[in-house]
């Protein structure tokens, strides 16, 4: 899930105490729109057509060798 948010930065990752989460929602407020074009594009990527199309190409990559 960390690799997740890095890469379509949709979010924060924080330690887990007080001051960190309430850091953490800090930054969430603040850049929600950000956050937000991020999770739009991870749910282009994340759905099943997309997940069974790429792994058809992988399947028919290894096929090939």
């Known amino acids: 899930l960390c690799e ?3 890469n379509f930065k949709f979010g924060e990752i924080v330690d887990k105490t007080p001051e960190a ?3 953490g929602i800090r930054k969430a407020m603040k ?3 950000n956050y937000k074009k991020g999770l ?3 749910r282009k ?3 099943w057509k ?5 792994h058809i190409e992988l399947y028919e ?3 090939k060798k």
């Open 40 to 42: 739009e594009e991870y």
């Open 21 to 23: 989460l309430a850091e």
């Open 4 to 6: 997740t948010v890095e």
């Open 61 to 63: 990559r290894v096929r």
């Open 45 to 47: 990527e994340a759905n």
């Open 50 to 54: 997309t997940v069974a199309e790429k």
């Open 31 to 33: 850049n929600y729109e």
